[in-house]
């Protein structure tokens, strides 16, 4: 029961309220980034939103080191820290997403794809963009898998982005070239099995 409780409360309450926070900072930003030109909102939101993920991304171990500083003095300064990080962070990649999105839109209504009278635009991104997710091994990777309770991960992992594509990508290869060194390493003869009965038989024979 709790289980069921647990899903409920993260699929109703914390996702609706996620989508509900991008919504409003998006229609913001439809305001305030020159509405009434297309080509300037999108560069100006591929601008704004790659520097604000690159300076959370640069100044992450900064931010962990605050994040334990504030963790020592209380459990609410570490909390408002962190959604504070969180919230410019996440306005950086709204306005990522937000430069692509009028993109694309734009040239599905330039460059329409049409199957007999039906426009399977909308489709055709769908599915090429999965498969290229796909390809990469990154189809099941989402932008909120569950949630935690604010401050509630200790040492500063509050404010750590994950960035293990490629190292997760590459594990197995590295693994297995380690392995095959540490094999190499080994003498000739490690296999062989040892007898310890041998001498102890020529002594009784002798």
């Known amino acids: 029961m709790e289980h069921v409780l647990d899903h409920a409360a993260t699929v109703v309450g914390v996702t609706s309220l996620c989508n509900l926070h991008w919504i409003a900072v998006w229609a913001l930003m439809d305001c305030l980034v020159y509405p009434q030109?297309?080509?300037?909102s999108v560069i100006l939101s591929w601008i704004l939103g790659y520097a604000i993920v690159s300076a959370a991304l640069f100044y992450e171990p900064r931010s962990r080191d605050?994040?334990?500083?504030?963790?020592?003095?209380?459990?609410?300064?570490?909390?408002?820290?962190?959604d504070a990080d969180l919230v410019v962070a996440n306005i950086g990649v709204i306005l990522v997403w937000r430069g692509w999105?009028?993109?694309?839109?734009?040239?599905?209504?330039?460059?329409?794809?049409?199957?007999?009278?039906?426009?399977?635009t909308s489709m055709y991104s769908?599915?090429?963009?999965?498969?290229?997710?796909?390809?990469?091994?990154?189809?099941?990777?989402?932008v909120?898998?569950?949630?935690?309770?604010?401050?509630?991960?200790?040492?500063?992992?509050?404010?750590?982005?994950?960035?293990?594509?490629?190292?997760?990508?590459?594990?197995?290869?590295?693994?297995?070239?380690?392995?095959k060194e540490t094999e190499g390493d080994k003498?000739?003869?490690?296999?062989?099995n040892y007898d310890k009965s041998e001498p102890e038989q020529d002594k009784k024979n002798d």
């Open 37 to 40: 030109n297309v080509t300037v």
């Open 66 to 82: 605050l994040s334990r500083t504030f963790e020592k003095r209380g459990a609410n300064w570490k909390v408002l820290f962190e």
């Open 101 to 120: 999105w009028m993109y694309f839109e734009s040239l599905a209504y330039y460059f329409p794809i049409y199957h007999g009278s039906f426009d399977v």
């Open 126 to 142: 769908n599915l090429s963009a999965f498969a290229m997710l796909c390809l990469c091994y990154a189809s099941a990777t989402a």
């Open 144 to 179: 909120l898998k569950g949630c935690d309770f604010d401050g509630q991960m200790p040492d500063g992992e509050g404010v750590t982005f994950s960035l293990d594509y490629f190292s997760d990508f590459f594990r197995e290869q590295i693994q297995e070239e380690e392995g």
């Open 187 to 192: 003498p000739a003869d490690s296999n062989y």
